[in-house]
């Protein structure tokens, strides 16, 4: 059974720091990865999508590592802001493409201007 | 990309009753789910709405609590029956095409039961 690990749950930096929000996942058969973001109260926002047979993505500050082998997945935000302040969350998609993702906890992080 | 649509964003419910929430897809969709998330939980997807028949329910989750129609490719209904407060949780639609590769999501439906 897959299963998704996201430490650390919950993280505060100062503003302009980068920083690593880390996803493990137990089944390295995977079709696809995705990071999103989720303001309180509000729904999910993709951010990025790395594809089984990829190793990174990138979109403006962001950028998303896969290492399938290991199973495990980094987003990487460059110079913080407090506008970053949110909940990421990972999820993988299933192998037999059925389009259901199987999420992580999330790390809650907090940008301090 | 597609733009979801969920309807009501937000909803305080009697205990007992029951709700309807509809989530549109602005664009002809393969795949369309639908998920919960409880207080500071993360998401559990609850079944796959399949065009003109049944919904495919995840374990633990049954089709007399929650059941769910898609009469057409960009539309979707999800009700949840009989609510308990341990139904109150940010329900959401999210779609996507069979051969593409990003899963989309509405803004969710808050619901409390009091």
């Known amino acids: 059974k897959q299963e998704v690990t996201q430490i650390p749950a919950a993280l505060s930096v100062p503003e302009g720091e980068n920083l690593v929000l880390n996803c493990s996942f137990t089944?390295?058969?995977?079709?696809?990865l995705q990071w999103f973001r989720q303001d309180p109260g509000k729904g999910l926002t993709s951010l990025l999508l790395?594809?089984?047979?990829?190793r990174e993505q990138t979109s403006g500050r962001l950028n998303a590592s896969l290492d399938k082998s290991s199973g495990r997945s980094t987003l990487y935000i460059a110079a913080s802001q407090p506008g970053d302040s949110a909940t990421y969350l990972c999820?993988?998609?299933?192998?037999?493409?059925?389009?259901?993702?199987?999420f992580g906890q999330g790390t809650t992080l907090q940008v301090k201007p | 990309s597609a733009v979801i649509s969920q309807k009501p964003s937000r909803d305080i419910c009697q205990r007992g009753t029951s709700l309807t929430i509809q989530c549109q897809v602005d664009?002809?969709?393969?795949?369309m789910f639908w998920y919960r998330q409880q207080p500071g939980q993360s998401l559990t997807l609850i079944a796959t709405?399949?065009?003109?028949?049944?919904?495919?329910?995840e374990s633990g989750f049954v089709i007399d609590k929650f059941p769910i129609s898609r009469p057409n490719l960009t539309f979707s209904t999800l009700t949840v029956s009989n609510m308990s407060p341990e139904d109150s949780s940010i329900y959401l639609c999210?779609?996507?095409?069979?051969?593409?590769?990003?899963?989309?999501f509405g803004e969710g439906s808050w619901l409390t039961v009091v």
């Open positions: 790395i594809q089984s047979s990829q």
């Open positions: 664009s002809q969709v393969t795949m």
């Open positions: 999820a993988v998609r299933r192998p037999s493409n059925t389009g259901k993702l199987i």
């Open positions: 089944d390295s058969a995977i079709y696809n």
């Open positions: 999210s779609a996507g095409a069979l051969s593409g590769n990003t899963i989309y």
């Open positions: 709405a399949n065009q003109g028949s049944e919904a495919t329910y």
